[in-house]
C-alpha cells in the first residue's frame, strides 16, 4: 500500500514538472513569433549626425537651461562639467577618441519604439504617450528603479542623495512646454544642424539621402536605432563604429517584446491561471476530504 | 494521521543568541533610520549602473525563494496527498509567512518613494505588462493568504477563553476548516506565478545579464530552484527544532523530503545546463574572471548538495541531508545573486559591493525574523511534538 502510494506521488510529481516546464517554452517561441511595435507615423525624434557635431556642447547648456537642471561642477568650481548623463545632467556630448578616428556623440534618452523602461515600469510611471515621446509621472513612481535595470542604454537616473529619489531622464521637452511649440532645446540650440527634430519617419528619410549623397561617410552606412532594440526615435549616424561611441551591439527587438510575450503567453485573459486554481481546488479539496476519513477510521 | 498535535515550545525567550541577534537587528534599524533621513544613497554602494543590491536581490529576491517551504509543503501534502508530512506544514508556514512579509518590508526601504507602493492596489497606475507589477500583487495577497493558513494555530493558542469570544472563534475555526481547500490551492498558484516572475523580472534586462545566466526559461529555472530550496528550508527547520529525527521512523519521513528535494534539484541542474550548452555561453564558463568562478561555485553547491542525499542510504543520514539541504539552500541563492548582482553587466567594467551599513541593514532583518520566528514557536502551537 504504502509503496504504490509512493509511487504515484513520483509520477504525478513527473507529470506535473512535465507541465509546468512545457508552457514556457512554448511561450517562449510565441514570444518570438510576436509581431514587433511598429513605428507610428505621428511618432516625433531627432537625429544626430555625428560627422556634423563640432562638440560645442550648445545642446547640454540648452538642455540644462530648459529644464532647470543643477550644475556638476569640475574640481576648480568654475565650469559646468558633468562627465556622463546623471540625475543633473540629461543628455551630454562625448568624446571618442581611436588610433585613427574621432568623434563626438551626444548622448540622452532614445525615447525607444518598444521601451523596456515602460514595459517594466510597475505602476505607469514611464509611459511611452501617443507622439512616441517617452515621459515619467512623478506622482505613479515608486522608486523601484526596475527601469533602470531594464534600459538596454542605461539612461534613467535616481536621485540617490536626495531623501526621496526621482527618475530623471530626457522627456523630449514634453516636460517643460516646448514640444509643444514643436521644439526641443537642444535641436534648437544646435550651430551647426547636428540635432534634427522632427516626425521620426521624416528624419529616417533624411538620413538615408545624406547616406547616399555622401558616400563612404557613414559608418556602415547605417541609421543606428532604424531597428536596434526594436528601433528607437532618436536616431544616430557616425563616422565610426557605434558600440566605440557607447552604443551598444542589440538585437532588432526590444526585450520588452519577449518578457511581455512570455508574461501574455501565461497570462492572457487570466484563463491559465483560473483554469489550474480550479484544478488545485478540487484536488487539495478531495485530499483533504480523504485524510479526514482515514483519521475517522 | 493527518491530526497533528502541535504545542508551543516553551523555554525562555532571550537566550544568548537572540540577545545577540538582537544587537545586530539593533545596528540595523540605527542604519534604517539614517537611510530614511539621508536617501539611499547616504547609506549604500548603490549607483546608477548598479541600481539593485543586496536589499533587493537578497532581502527579496532571494528571501522569498528560500522561504518557500510553506509553498512546497502545500504542494505535497495536499496536492498529492502525502499526509504523513502534515507536521511540518505550520512550521514551513510560519517561516513563509515571515519570510514574505520581511520581504515586503524590505521593499519599503530600498524603494526611493515607498509610499508609491500603494499605487499597485490604485487600478489606474495599474500595468499589466510588468512583471514586477505581477510579482508585486501576488506577494501582497499571498501574504494574505499565509495568514490564513496560519490562523488556527492562533486560534488554538486561545482555546481556554470563554464566552462570545469562544463562540466567533469557532465559528472561524470551523470557517477556515471548510474553505481550507480554497486557501490552500491559492497557495500553491500564488507562489507557482510571483516564483516564476522573481525570475521573469531578468528577461527585460535582455543582454545586460550575462548568457551564463540570462534565459528565455530563466522564469522555470527561478520556479523550479525555488522548491528545492523550500524542501531544503523545511528539512532544515525540522531538524533545528526538534529532535525527533533521531528516531528512524522519522527520519525515513525525512529522508522522502529530501529525495523529493533531490529530483527537483536534479532537473534544474540538468535545465541549467543544457540551456547554458544549448544557448553557447559554456565559453564564458572559462574565462577565469568573476562570472566564471561564480558559475561553477554554483555548480559545485548544486552538485555537493546533490551528493550528499544521492541516495536512500546516504539519505538514512541526518548529517548527510542537513548538510545536502544547506548546500542546495545556497546554490539557489547563489544562483539568483548571479543573476541580479554578479552576472549584471549594464556597460563593462562596472563593480559592486556592498557597504557596510547596507550589509547591516540586510543582516539586522534577517536577524530580527529569526527572532520573531524564536518568540512565536515559544508561545504558538506550532511544531509538533511526539513522546517527550
Ligand atoms: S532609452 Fe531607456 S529610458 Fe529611454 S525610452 Fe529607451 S528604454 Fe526607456
Ligand atoms: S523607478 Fe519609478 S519610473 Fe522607474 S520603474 Fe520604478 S516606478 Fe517606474
Known sequence: MKTTNRRQFFKRMALAGVGVMAAPLLSAKSAVAMKLRPRHDEDVGMLYDATKCIGCRSCEVACKKANGMPFEYDPQGIWDAPIDLSDKTLTIVKLYTGDQEQSFIKRQCMHCVDPACVSGCPTSALIKQDNGVVTWNIDACVGCRYCQMGCPFNIPKYEFDAQYGRIRKCEMCANNGLLDKGQTACSNACPTGAIAFGIQQDLIKTAKSRIRKNPGTYFQDKIYGELDSGGTGVLYMAGVPFDKLGLPDLPEYSSARISEGIQHTIYQNMVAPIVIYIGLAIAAFRNIRKSHKKTEE | ?388
Request: hydrophobic share 50%; net charge positive.
Open chain 2, 1 to 388: 494521521m493527518a491530526h497533528v498535535n502541535a504545542k508551543p515550545l516553551g523555554g525562555k525567550i532571550l537566550t544568548p543568541s537572540v540577545i545577540l541577534m538582537l544587537f545586530v537587528a539593533g545596528a540595523g534599524i540605527y542604519f534604517l533610520f539614517v537611510r530614511y533621513i539621508y536617501g539611499i544613497g547616504a547609506v549604500s554602494n548603490l549607483s546608477n549602473y548598479m541600481p539593485w543590491g543586496i536589499w533587493k536581490v537578497i532581502n527579496v529576491i532571494v528571501g522569498a525563494a528560500l522561504v518557500c517551504g510553506g509553498y512546497a509543503c502545500a504542494f505535497t501534502v495536499y496536492l498529492f496527498n502525502q499526509g504523513h508530512y502534515h507536521r511540518y506544514v505550520r512550521p514551513a508556514l510560519l517561516i513563509s509567512l515571515l519570510g514574505y512579509s520581511f520581504a515586503g518590508f524590505s521593499l519599503f526601504y530600498d524603494v526611493g518613494r515607498y509610499w508609491g507602493l500603494f499605487n499597485f492596489l490604485i487600478p489606474k497606475y495599474w500595468q499589466g505588462n510588468s512583471v514586477l507589477f505581477e510579482v508585486g500583487l501576488c506577494v501582497m495577497t499571498y501574504i494574505g493568504v499565509l495568514s490564513l493558513e496560519i490562523a488556527p494555530a492562533i486560534i488554538e493558542k486561545f482555546s481556554h477563553v470563554e464566552g462570545r469570544l469562544r463562540v466567533v472563534l469557532d465559528k472561524l475555526y470551523a470557517f477556515l476548516d471548510r474553505f481550507l481547500f480554497l486557501i490552500i490551492s491559492l497557495g500553491i498558484l500564488l507562489p507557482t506565478m510571483h516564483q516564476s516572475g522573481l525570475g521573469g523580472l531578468a528577461v527585460v534586462m535582455g543582454q545586460k545579464i550575462s548568457p551564463l545566466w540570462q534565459s528565455p526559461l530563466i522564469s522555470l529555472h527561478h520556479l523550479i530552484s525555488c522548491m528545492a530550496m523550500g524542501y531544503g528550508c523545511v528539512i532544515v527547520t525540522e531538524m533545528l527544532v526538534s529532535h525527533d529525527y533521531k528516531e528512524t521512523q522519522h527520519m525515513e519521513i525525512l529522508s522522502q523530503l529530501a529525495k523529493v528535494m533531490f529530483m527537483i534539484m536534479f532537473v534544474f541542474l540538468v535545465l541549467r545546463m543544457s540551456e547554458v550548452l544549448r544557448s553557447g555561453a559554456m565559453a564564458l564558463a572559462f574565462k577565469g574572471n568573476l562570472d566564471s568562478i561564480s558559475f561553477w561555485t554554483e555548480m559545485l553547491l548544486m552538485v555537493g548538495g546533490l551528493w550528499c542525499v544521492r541516495n536512500d542510504q546516504v539519505r538514512m543520514k541526518p548529517n548527510n541531508i542537513f548538510l545536502g539541504s544547506c548546500l542546495i539552500m545556497a546554490a539557489g541563492s547563489l544562483y539568483r545573486l548571479n543573476v541580479y548582482i554578479i552576472g549584471f553587466h549594464p556597460v563593462p567594467g562596472v563593480t559592486y559591493f556592498p557597504s557596510v551599513p547596507e550589509l547591516s541593514i540586510s543582516l539586522g532583518m534577517v536577524c530580527l525574523q529569526l527572532i520573531f520566528f524564536i518568540m512565536i514557536i515559544k508561545t504558538f502551537p506550532i511544531i509538533a511534538k511526539e513522546r517527550r
